[in-house]
């Protein structure tokens, strides 16, 4: 099992370290024991993604240079600028320029899953949205996650932890979470461009494995 595949059944962000995959684990494992009459195909999955992440190193974090102060701004994570970028061309080819209004919306399944590409032709209902709206009915970034590997993703981030970017505000619903990131009204799109690609950047899951709504 890869990483990223392991993270994503204990529902991880990418730059978890042994202490946050050990304490993760043991509280799924608590929930999820046949003997407390948690599903045995699900215990097995997740010990598998254990002993993974146990056997694998852990992305290296940057150090800090020698005669340097030792607190240092916080970087953005690994491909959340090209991310944004992408993420800003996008809402700039779809802006109307008579209203300014802009919005994109994009679909995936959850971190790492195999399926992510194959998002346009699943039901809606397993599906995670992307939305990014500047103008018009208002100015956000929204994150809806359905499947059970996202929802534990999202539900493991320190929203006030990474470097996000903004605020975001988590609301929890019977079948979907849902993440929103709310910049002023007149803020242009890199303004929702960024955050929304450090919240995925955060997550571990890239612009890459989305794919338009169709």
């Known amino acids: 099992m890869r990483r990223d595949e392991a993270l994503a059944v204990l529902g991880l962000p990418a730059d978890a370290g042994p202490d946050a995959v050990r304490r993760r ?4 494992a ?3 024991h046949p003997d407390r009459g948690g599903d045995p195909a699900a215990f097995a999955e997740l010990d598998r993604a254990y002993a993974a992440l146990r056997d694998l190193p852990a992305p290296a974090r940057p150090g ?3 005669g340097r102060p030792s607190r240092t701004p916080s970087a953005p ?8 970028e992408i993420l800003a061309a996008a809402l700039r080819a779809r802006r109307d320029p008579a209203t300014g209004a802009a919005l994109v919306r994009l679909i995936s399944v959850a971190p790492g ?8 032709a699943l039901p809606e209902g397993t599906l995670s949205v992307l939305a990014l709206r500047v103008g018009g009915a208002g ?15 999202v539900v493991a981030l320190a929203l006030d932890g990474p470097d996000l970017g903004a605020p975001w505000t988590r609301r929890r619903g ?12 007149d803020a242009g799109v890199e303004a929702v461009a960024g955050p929304a690609a450090r919240l995925l950047s955060a997550l571990g899951w890239p612009v890459a494995d989305w794919v338009p709504e169709a």
């Open 64 to 66: 800090v240079a020698r």
């Open 139 to 153: 100015t956000e970034a929204r994150l809806t996650v359905r499947a059970r590997a996202a929802r534990r993703a």
């Open 30 to 32: 608590r929930e999820r």
């Open 174 to 185: 019977d079948a979907a979470i849902e993440l929103r990131c709310t910049p002023r009204a």
């Open 25 to 28: 684990f043991r509280a799924l």
């Open 77 to 84: 994570a690994v491909g959340a600028d090209g991310d944004a």
């Open 113 to 120: 899953a195999r399926r992510n590409r194959l998002a346009a």
